[in-house]
T-cell receptor, first 112, second 112 residues
Framework: EAQVTQNPRYLITVTGKKLTVTCSQNMNHEYMSWYRQDPGLGLRQIYYSMNVEVTDKGDVPEGYKVSRKEKRNFPLILESPSPNQTSLYFC???????????FGSGTQLSVL | GESVGLHLPTLSVQEGDNSIINCAYSNSASDYFIWYKQESGKGPQFIIDIRSNMDKRQGQRVTVLLNKTVKHLSLQIAATQPGDSAVYFCAENHLTGNQFYFGTGTSLTVIP
């Protein structure tokens, strides 16, 4: 089944404790992206990647890192999480030439 | 900057009635428009899309209308069912650079 898989689904952590949210897709998509979703603000792009070893900042990249060592994986790293990063996070992927974006099920992160 | 907005944050309809969800966008250079449905606790799911060279596209019980003159996009759902209750997002895609911009969402509630 074609899908984007994120883990974990829920995560509670404390300020400053490094964490990684994993994302994997099995559709051989070149393009992968991370979004955060906050009430009243819609989906905002954090980082995206057009291909292996190619990553670019989205609209809200501060406090986040990503890597794209393999085509299927695009982990999101929070080196020193802060409470304002409490949010619902989505990973998504699509073909490079565009088209429908496939989303993961989301990761609800709470930073205390 | 980019702006994609929905006209109403909430919409309630009677089961069996037709629903119309509206969206305004700001960038006349957008190539592609998509409607997503997001149910509680899930990631956004693709509903229907339309290219900028079209003004109407129909799917199963759904129709998307694009009015480029006034930069307006609408989603029509025929014979709305309780399972249609969700948040609906519009998105615009700029194929150059493959950037996606999302509206804030309309929460549709179907009254039995």
């Amino acid at each position: 089944e074609a899908q984007v898989t994120q883990n974990p689904r829920y995560l509670i952590t404390v300020t400053g404790k490094k964490l990684t949210v994993t994302c994997s897709q099995n559709m051989n998509h070149e393009y992968m992206s991370w979004y955060r979703q906050d009430p009243g603000l819609g989906l905002r792009q954090i980082y995206y990647s057009m291909n292996v070893e190619v990553t670019d900042k989205g609209d809200v990249p501060e406090g986040y890192k990503v890597s794209r060592k393999e085509k299927r994986n695009f982990p999101l790293i929070l080196e020193s999480p802060s409470p304002n990063q409490t949010s619902l996070y989505f990973c998504a992927s699509t073909l490079l030439e565009g088209g429908k974006l496939f989303f993961g099920s989301g990761t609800q992160l709470s930073v205390l | 900057g980019e702006s994609v907005g929905l006209h109403l944050p909430t919409l309630s309809v009677q089961e069996g009635d037709n629903s119309i969800i509206n969206c305004a966008y700001s960038n006349s250079a957008s190539d592609y428009f998509i409607w997503y449905k997001q149910e509680s606790g899930k990631g956004p799911q693709f509903i229907i899309d339309i290219r900028s060279n079209m003004d109407k596209r129909q799917g199963q019980r759904v129709t998307v209308l694009l009015n480029k003159t006034v930069k307006h996009l609408s989603l029509q759902i025929a014979a709305t069912q309780p399972g249609d209750s969700a948040v609906y997002f519009c998105a615009e895609n700029h194929l150059t650079g493959n950037q996606f911009y999302f509206g804030t969402g309309t929460s549709l509630t179907v009254i039995p």
